[in-house]
């Protein structure tokens, strides 16, 4: 039987990714490598390349990123089909995804789709919001505060979403960032958040002072941290 791993490989770093995910991937006939549309290359696969063998069978299925949702669930069908083709060829693939493949994971999407008979198998990553507080060295939460993740799109309300937890992650954030600002002004937060863009990869820039930034200044791979403890007294431990 034809079996499909779904692989977090993190948000950067390859030394993160877990011993299980690295057997996987040696024991894969297919790398299945999901790319955005805009770009030549895979980020998840830069991760992930050096833990593959030679002979891996590499194929990219490229994804829109643009908020229309059918032009997204065509994508989704495109390469389902392709996935279906290894399934019916009984060979076992990786799904390798950036983050963790059960959080706002392309991969849920493909498994939906499987046609045919297949063992799948998902092995956890870690996700950019860990992956950011443990380069903050800034707690996500303590004691019994409450989390909230936000992925922020054009009909979210920022402002509701702040009022109904004491922290947050809100993914997602360049298409929006100046509502963000905005709702971090009005709700008397603008000292309580800190933005990470491309974090863990050379060109990292960690923000706490968002006032003055643009969209330009940072990357698609951006989180921003809202504490409303404060983030700023966690700053000494960030190098």
Request: hydrophobic fraction near 35%.
């Amino acid at each position: 039987m034809a079996k499909l791993y779904g692989i977090g490989v993190g948000v950067g770093d390859p030394e993160l990714m877990t011993i299980k995910a690295v057997k996987a991937l040696e024991e894969s006939d297919v790398v299945i490598l999901p790319r955005a549309n805009t770009k030549n290359y895979s980020t998840a696969f830069e991760i992930a390349k050096q833990y593959m063998r030679d002979d891996i069978e590499k194929v990219y299925v490229d994804f829109t990123t643009v908020d229309d949702d059918k032009v997204r669930e065509d994508d989704r069908i495109e390469y389902s089909e392709v996935v279906n083709k290894c399934v019916e060829e009984g060979k076992t693939m990786s799904f390798i995804t950036i983050g963790d493949p059960m959080t706002f994971s392309t991969f849920v999407y493909v498994m939906e789709l499987m046609e045919k008979k297949v063992e799948v198998e998902s092995i956890p990553g870690i996700t950019s919001f860990a992956s950011v507080t443990s380069r903050l060295n800034t707690p996500l939460v303590m004691g019994d505060e409450t989390l909230k993740i936000v992925p922020v799109s054009k009909d979210t309300d920022i402002t509701k979403e702040i009022e109904t937890a004491d922290n947050i992650i809100f993914m997602k954030v360049t298409r929006n960032l100046e509502r963000l600002k905005e709702a971090f002004r009005s709700t008397g937060n603008m000292e309580n958040v800190v933005l990470i863009s491309n974090c863990g990869k050379e060109s990292e820039k960690i923000f706490y002072d968002l006032e003055n930034i643009t969209r330009d200044d940072i990357s698609y791979f951006s989180t921003i941290l809202l504490k409303k403890d404060g983030v700023k007294k966690w700053q000494k431990y960030t190098s």
